[in-house]
């Protein structure tokens, strides 16, 4: 006590203390930085998937879009056939009927960030909200597609084999561009032919049955909203890759 060596032995002890809680600060610092470096890498690759992915989405979109362009514009031209008999082009009909057939639907690459669990290594809040609708953004579409499908399916084309040839009509949707715009490969050659039928075909009295033009309409009107739903879904696609641009560069 004389000595004062307590005192010494307690600096010494708040010494040895001071450097083990400093050693501990120091590697927890050293963990956490490296933490947040891989979480940082992690979430640059995540962007970059993501990127690829929403691009990839973004253009199977807009072919979609096209398809159901035509598809409105052809059901228009026949509806005005069938209001205005004097400006038919019977040998327009077989490509018009062919384009109406079709029945485009948006297969998206979601990737599911929230199950997978990892929607929290991004660090934009916008970009997490974004993508979290996402799902939900594009279940409206396909319900406005499948309603299509479902009245071509089931009432449209049972409507044409009745009336019509539907072999004509589908041998002529094998020539269409449009054929060859949802194909995963665009420079795959198509050689699919189901030949003309044998029988003689006139479509100009398809305009004159009472039911033609109610399917026209439906033609003209489901995809018309699928497409006001796409050019919707289009504009969040758009915002996402610019969130996610932001943040790789």
Same mark, same amino acid.
């Given at each position: 006590?004389?000595?004062?060596?307590?005192?010494?032995?307690?600096?010494?002890?708040?010494?040895?203390?001071?450097?083990?809680?400093?050693?501990?600060?120091?590697?927890?610092?050293?963990?956490?930085? !490296? +933490?947040?470096?891989?979480?940082?890498?992690?979430?640059?690759?995540?962007?970059?998937?993501?990127?690829? =992915?929403?691009?990839? !989405?973004?253009?199977?979109?807009?072919?979609?879009?096209?398809?159901?362009?035509?598809?409105?514009?052809?059901?228009?031209?026949?509806?005005?056939?069938?209001?205005?008999?004097?400006?038919?082009?019977?040998?327009?009909?077989?490509?018009?009927?062919?384009?109406?057939?079709?029945?485009?639907?948006?297969?998206?690459?979601?990737?599911?960030?929230?199950?997978?669990?990892?929607?929290?290594?991004?660090?934009?809040?916008?970009?997490?909200?974004?993508?979290?609708?996402?799902?939900?953004?594009?279940?409206?579409? +396909?319900?406005?597609?499948?309603?299509?499908?479902?009245?071509?399916?089931?009432?449209?084309?049972?409507?044409?084999?009745?009336?019509?040839?539907?072999?004509?009509?589908?041998?002529?949707?094998?020539?269409?561009?449009?054929?060859?715009?949802?194909?995963?490969? +665009?420079?795959?050659?198509?050689?699919?032919?189901?030949?003309?039928?044998?029988?003689?075909?006139?479509?100009?009295?398809?305009?004159?049955? =009472?039911?033609?033009?109610?399917?026209?309409?439906?033609?003209?009107?489901? !995809?018309?909203?699928?497409?006001?739903?796409? =050019?919707?879904?289009?504009?969040?696609?758009?915002?996402?890759?610019?969130?996610?641009?932001?943040?790789?560069?």
């Amino acid at each position: 006590m004389s000595d004062n060596k307590v005192t010494t032995y307690l600096i010494y002890a708040i010494g040895e203390i001071a450097l083990v809680v400093l050693g501990i600060l120091i590697a927890v610092s050293i963990d956490d930085w !490296n +933490k947040d470096r891989q979480d940082r890498m992690a979430e640059r690759e995540l962007l970059e998937q993501l990127s690829r =992915e929403f691009k990839s !989405n973004l253009d199977q979109l807009d072919e979609k879009i096209l398809v159901r362009n035509n598809m409105i514009n052809a059901s228009i031209k026949l509806l005005s056939y069938c209001d205005n008999p004097s400006i038919i082009k019977i040998d327009s009909m077989p490509s018009l009927l062919a384009t109406t057939v079709n029945a485009p639907t948006f297969d998206p690459i979601i990737n599911d960030l929230i199950s997978a669990g990892k929607l929290n290594l991004l660090s934009n809040s916008q970009l997490k909200e974004r993508l979290s609708s996402w799902t939900s953004d594009v279940v409206q579409v +396909k319900e406005d597609e499948q309603s299509w499908r479902k009245i071509l399916t089931e009432q449209y084309t049972p409507f044409l084999v009745k009336y019509t040839s539907l072999r004509s009509i589908l041998n002529k949707f094998w020539e269409l561009e449009d054929v060859r715009i949802v194909l995963l490969d +665009k420079d795959n050659q198509i050689d699919f032919q189901l030949n003309e039928s044998q029988n003689p075909v006139d479509f100009k009295p398809l305009l004159l049955i =009472e039911d033609f033009p109610d399917y026209l309409a439906d033609c003209a009107t489901w !995809n018309k909203i699928a497409n006001l739903q796409s =050019e919707t879904l289009r504009k969040r696609i758009v915002e996402i890759l610019e969130l996610i641009h932001e943040e790789i560069i």
